[in-house]
């Protein structure tokens, strides 16, 4: 059974920074042969947004408003955990923040949804 778990959430001044990781379990080389690890996120009132990816090949992408202040890593020692550091961070970053894993065996995906991590940007 595929789990995620996202961590690192709170609160932080405008200008601050802070991290938030999300850890994989469940996936197997039976069971993917590709996969890809997103952070999405939601503010109040408006649709969700993708922010970042991190593919098994760990290659990345970003939104490109986003891309000079938000990183996404795999963890050093944990593969299957991903982070997502956030530098000078405002009020518009304040969000709920959901990590997203796509895999891929033989052609089919499959999609998971953590439970979300609160973010919020506030003096």
């Known amino acids: 059974q595929v789990r995620l778990v996202e961590s690192g959430g709170g609160s932080v001044q405008p200008g601050g920074s802070l991290r938030v990781s999300c850890t994989a379990s469940?996936?197997?080389?039976?069971?993917?042969?590709?996969?890809?690890i997103n952070w999405y996120r939601q503010s109040p009132g408006k649709e969700r947004e993708f922010v970042a990816t991190?593919?098994?090949?760990?290659?990345?992408?970003y939104e490109e408003s986003l891309k000079h202040k938000f990183t996404i890593t795999r963890d050093s020692v944990d593969m299957n955990t991903v982070h997502l550091q956030m530098r000078n961070m405002q009020p518009e970053d304040t969000a709920v923040y959901y990590c997203?894993?796509?895999?891929?065996?033989?052609?089919?995906?499959?999609?998971?949804w953590g439970q979300g991590t609160q973010v919020a940007v506030s003096s």
């Open positions: 469940g996936v197997t080389s039976q069971s993917a042969t590709t996969s890809a």
């Open positions: 997203n894993l796509v895999t891929q065996k033989d052609g089919h995906y499959k999609n998971y």
């Open positions: 991190i593919t098994s090949g760990d290659s990345t992408r």
